[in-house]
């Protein structure tokens, strides 16, 4: 029964037409070529990661090909793990184009890990020794060789990921006797399986592709229509990846097709044989082996001509291997071994002309000493690694002369290591000094807030603790000063009330004194006074011994005082005058000798105040002035050093703490202000990246933010869901990597935090988790922006991490790769940054509102929000598998917003 066609409609895009009804043809001319290449051990496995099932896929294809399908071990070249570095895929295809002719065919099979670049449409293999994502060798490469065969059938079998890369999309009618040049993949643009065959040893796609193979041969010849058409369903049932099959783009493709045709059956002998002509494949090996043979006798009779250099006896033998490597017979190994031979010969003198003008060089600089010790080393032990194999008079001199600049480096490490020893004592007596300092400081803010102490004595105990922590700087000190100011101002209040006090009961005195004269010089119980103030004649006023009562005083209470960094809502009330008749009766009491019996009032002079705080004493004030009622403690203001537990309102410092309750869960943040700070990296700094241009960015609002990433109590008291159950959601067969209500949350999505959406500025959903909280708490919690969660993580800095550069110091404040143990830990058990901020490096990735960019824009920008439509998110601050490098400040990195990793936390801010 022939193969059904699958009813897929990609097969229409991609020009697979039924399959060819073509009867077998008559034997060919010309060799099968098979490339075989296969890596399964990477050497850089921090970019790739080891497959398992290449070289066996490998294998049993080519023990396929060789026992059904005609394919020679003499035309067979295999390069599989350390044998498929780039240079040698590059060799073997240069030298494999000079073998081939017209009416051969060529079999390329990959096995190994493919890429594709979404944005550019450009994809490539990875050879064995790919460091970097643009060391793979393009399609473009990959087109080249295809176009430069000159062989009539090239045929491409991917066995990786994005092989479909390399396809047109033009149609053909299969024909046989055209050219072609054709891809068939494991599949399209996407990853595919490593394993799945049913025995566990192989590739799902090379496992269907030797049935396939087998079944189509059991019935004669068929071309790779027939082959695709055949493997398709069993691959597309049993795995997620979808085979593909045509074209390779621009390789002057002309519509035909690469036919297999299975090794005739032999007949049974019979009495008379009648030998057969050798075939076309054996005609080429023989004429090649001729070929060979005699080129081989016409390099000998060069070889031992003693006018021939060396290097010509070289470059003889390798344009010789270049025309007949892979020609078997023993005269291409023996000139193998004469190249070899001439090589070294070539390589030895060279090395010892070399080494000895070298050693000159070396000479020189040795004695002008003008390099450190320690490059002077490493150059010495370069000229004895470079030379190892040269044996000259010197060498003894040259390893005194190492010993000698090692002893120095020596000298010198133990020297800077003392050094470094006694900045660190002396940085751990500063931060001790700090510390004392801060509790000296708690101290002195516990009393401005109790107010216990007399201005005059608050302003004495600041001068004294600024002029003693003088050499000091710490970010509480500006508001310090402007306490200092306010307890200045009181103070100086207080002084004048007590002078006009004072002058008060003077002129009090001094009139009852000259009352009592005016009584004894005049002992008649009533004098006669004038009419009226200042007239001749008015009736006399009586004369009394009660004396005047004392003129209202204020009592001034330190908040009546305006604070200098905060000042009060409302305006200060205005004065009011002594009245003016009340100066005239005074006068005219004392002028014309009345009794001090009168009662003389005016009105109280009052200081500036806040609204409602001003108070008057409702008693005449204490002869002795020098006593003033206890001030009052200020009211709180957004300046002052009171401590904040709320989010509802911006903090008074960095690193203020706020808290809420939810579900019976605290979250607790810290305040980031509003300010201006450089993203990014210098392009000096270790470990930088490209996509760190260094930008200034302003941040016109400040934001709290989670003072540590959310845990797994949170999570769950407001998604109700566990982190194993988050870990079933992408595979239950990962190991948790740690568990409980104190640690990070992690295999959490970007989607599940904020909800599903593709482009504009990001809002959570109401069945997210920022969503729910904020429905929870009545906040508007979010992501942070990518420039958000810098600013906060740096806190002031400019260094590759929150509290400098080195990185041996980075295990005091983050769990990365080597203190983690390939775990998570619970949060808060590091260093906080000096905005007490936890674990911003290390521990888990952390999610950011942004789309991610390809870098940062440079030059100034206000409130970035990144963006506005992508396919990743930011990702930032590194994790427990990271090394330093990516742990650093200004380090980015990216995840698509669906994906939940064992390594994938977040935390969140509340703007304001």
Same mark, same amino acid.
């Given at each position: ?323 007949? *490597?892979? &020609?078997?017979? !023993? @005269?291409?190994?023996?000139? /193998? $071994? +004469?190249?070899? %031979? #001439?090589?070294?010969? =070539? ?40 030379? *190892?194999? &040269?044996?000259? !008079? @010197?060498?003894?001199?040259? /390893? $005194? +002369?190492?010993? %000698? #600049?090692?002893?120095? =480096? ?40 109790? *107010?216990?102490?007399?201005?005059? @004595?608050?302003?004495?105990?600041? $001068? ?7 050499? =000091? ?440």
């Amino acid at each position: 029964m022939p193969p059904q066609e699958p009813s897929n409609p990609r097969h229409r895009d991609l020009g697979v037409p039924t399959p060819d009804p073509e009867p077998v043809s008559a034997p060919r001319e010309g060799d099968d070529w098979l490339v075989l290449i296969a890596i399964d051990q990477y050497a850089h496995g921090g970019l790739l990661t080891p497959l398992n099932c290449c070289r066996s896929d490998a294998e049993a294809l080519r023990d396929l090909l060789h026992a059904k399908f005609g394919f020679t071990p003499e035309c067979t070249i295999e390069l599989f793990d350390q044998g498929a570095r780039e240079r040698d895929i590059r060799r073997t295809m240069d030298r494999l184009q000079k073998m081939v002719q017209p009416e051969d065919r060529v079999l390329i099979s990959f096995s190994g890990h493919g890429w594709f670049n979404e944005e550019t449409k450009l994809g490539c293999w990875f050879a064995q020794d790919a460091e970097h994502e643009s060391d793979g060798i393009p399609n473009s490469l990959l087109r080249d060789w295809c176009r430069a065969f000159k062989a009539r059938h090239v045929l491409v079998v991917a066995d990786s990921c994005f092989s479909g890369s390399l396809l047109t999309r033009s149609a053909y009618a299969p024909d046989t006797d055209r050219k072609s040049r054709e891809i068939l993949g494991a599949g399209g643009l996407h990853p595919v399986a490593d394993s799945g065959s049913p025995d566990g040893n192989h590739s799902v796609f090379n496992h269907y592709l030797r049935e396939s193979l087998e079944r189509l041969g059991a019935k004669g010849s068929f071309v790779t229509n027939e082959l695709f058409v055949d493997l398709y369903t069993p691959v597309r049932a049993n795995s997620r990846q979808e085979p593909v099959k045509g074209p390779i783009n621009d390789t002057f493709h002309e519509g035909g097709q690469f036919r297999f045709v299975p090794t005739a059956v032999t007949a049974p002998p019979s009495h008379t044989t009648t030998a057969s002509p050798p075939s076309g494949t054996e005609t080429a090996g023989i004429r090649a082996r001729s070929d060979a043979r005699r080129a081989f006798a016409e390099a000998m009779a060069l070889d031992e001509d003693p006018h021939v250099t060396l290097e010509e006896r070289v470059e003889m033998w390798e344009d010789y291997l270049n025309r007949f *490597a892979l &020609v078997s017979i !023993p @005269e291409v190994a023996a000139a /193998r $071994e +004469r190249r070899e %031979h #001439w090589t070294g010969e =070539v390589a030895r003198v060279n090395a010892s002309r070399d080494a000895r003008e070298e050693l000159e060089q070396l000479r020189r600089i040795d004695e002008a000493a003008k390099l450190p010790a320690a490059e002077m080393v490493a150059v010495i032990e370069r000229f004895l690694t470079k030379h *190892a194999g &040269v044996d000259f !008079p @010197e060498l003894p001199r040259v /390893r $005194e +002369r190492l010993g %000698h #600049w090692k002893h120095i =480096v020596a000298e010198q490490v133990a020297a800077e290591r003392e050094r470094t020893a006694q900045r660190l004592r002396e940085e751990e007596a500063r931060a001790a000094a700090r510390r004392a300092v801060r509790q000296e400081l708690e101290a002195l803010r516990q009393s401005d807030k109790a *107010a216990k102490l007399p201005p005059i @004595e608050m302003v004495a105990a600041i $001068e004294g603790f600024l002029s003693k922590h003088a050499a =000091v700087e710490l970010p509480e000190f500006p508001d310090l000063r402007g306490r200092l100011v306010h307890w200045k101002q009181v103070a100086a209040e207080q002084a004048r009330v007590e002078r006009e006090s004072e002058a008060r009961y003077r002129a009090e005195q001094e009139a009852k004194a000259v009352a009592i004269a005016v009584s004894i010089a005049n002992p008649v119980g009533h004098i006669q006074a004038p009419t009226s103030l200042g007239t001749p004649g008015s009736a006399p006023a009586p004369v009394t011994s009660t004396p005047a009562p004392s003129p209202v005083v204020p009592r001034i209470a330190p908040a009546d005082i305006p604070d200098p960094i905060h000042p009060p809502a409302k305006a200060f009330a205005p004065r009011k005058p002594l009245g003016r008749g009340a100066k005239v009766l005074l006068g005219a009491i004392i002028l014309t000798g009345l009794s001090v019996g009168g009662v003389v009032t005016y009105d109280a002079v009052r200081p500036p105040s806040y609204e409602g705080i001003y108070q008057v004493a409702s008693a005449p004030p204490s002869p002795t002035p020098s006593r003033l009622p206890t001030p009052r403690p200020p009211t709180p203001s957004p300046g002052s050093m009171a401590p904040i537990g709320s989010i509802n309102r911006p903090g008074a410092n960095p690193g203020d703490r706020g808290t809420i309750t939810v579900n019976g869960v605290e979250f607790a943040f810290r305040w980031c202000p509003a300010d201006t700070f450089t993203m990014g990296s210098p392009s000096s700094e270790e470990g930088r990246d490209e996509d760190e241009v260094q930008t200034r960015v302003t941040l016109t609002k400040g934001f709290w933010m989670s003072e540590t990433e959310v845990t797994q109590a949170q999570w769950k008291a407001i998604m109700g869901s566990t982190v194993a159950q988050q870990r079933d959601k992408m595979d239950a067969s990962l190991s948790l990597r740690g568990e409980g209500g104190n640690y990070p949350m992690y295999h959490v999505s970007w989607n599940e935090i904020m909800g599903e959406q593709s482009s504009g500025r990001p809002v959570p959903t109401a069945d997210s988790f920022l969503g729910k909280l904020n429905a929870a708490s009545g906040q508007s919690f979010t992501l942070p922006t990518e420039a958000q969660w810098e600013y906060a993580c740096r806190a002031g800095t400019a260094t590759r991490f929150g509290f400098g550069d080195s990185d041996s110091m980075l295990g005091d404040s983050a769990w990365y790769t080597e203190n983690a143990n390939s775990t998570t830990h619970p949060v808060g058990e590091k260093e906080p940054n000096e905005w007490g901020l936890r674990d911003m490096h290390g521990n888990v990735y952390e999610w950011c509102a942004d789309w991610y960019a390809n870098t940062l824009p440079g030059g100034s920008t206000t409130d970035p929000t990144g963006p506005g439509t992508g396919t990743v998110r930011v990702i930032r601050g590194g994790s427990w598998y990271c090394r330093p490098t990516y742990a650093r400040s200004a380090n980015r990195n990216w995840d698509t917003p669906d994906d939940r990793g064992g390594d994938l936390g977040f935390r969140f801010v509340s703007p304001q």
